[in-house]
């Protein structure tokens, strides 16, 4: 993805990663892949109807902001919380530094205690 703009790269993870679960874009898209499948495949499996949706963008030369929600139900074991077959919904933001067409840097914050909450 060499010449992937930030909002391509970022597409990519919330439609193509987390929604239709392609973790093979994975090593596509990050620069160091490792940590991202590890967290992603865990999630996934936890929540393998989650859907996020992006609801504003932000985007300033190779750095990019992204506010979303997702949504999706608890199936199966995380965070040492048995599957509750709850639906869940939750909110965060992910910053990124696309260079390449790859994310060399990101940092997410999201409502975990809301998540925590749904399931406990």
């Known amino acids: 993805m060499t010449t992937a703009s930030p909002a391509d790269v970022m597409q990519?993870?919330?439609?193509?990663?987390?929604n239709q679960g392609e973790l093979e874009q994975i090593?596509?898209?990050f620069a160091q892949p490792a940590p991202?499948?590890?967290f992603i495949s865990v999630f996934r499996a936890a929540f393998p109807d989650l859907h996020h949706h992006i609801d504003e963008t932000l985007i300033d030369g190779t750095r990019i902001a992204v506010c979303w929600r997702a949504e999706g139900t608890h199936s199966g074991p995380w965070a040492g919380h048995p599957a509750s077959g709850r639906r869940l919904s939750y909110s965060g933001i992910t910053i990124a530094q696309i260079e390449q067409g790859q994310i060399q840097r990101h940092h997410t914050e999201w409502d975990h205690a809301a998540l925590l909450e749904q399931i406990a």
């Open 12 to 18: 990519v993870l919330f439609e193509r990663i987390w």
């Open 27 to 29: 090593e596509a898209i």
């Open 36 to 38: 991202a499948r590890a």
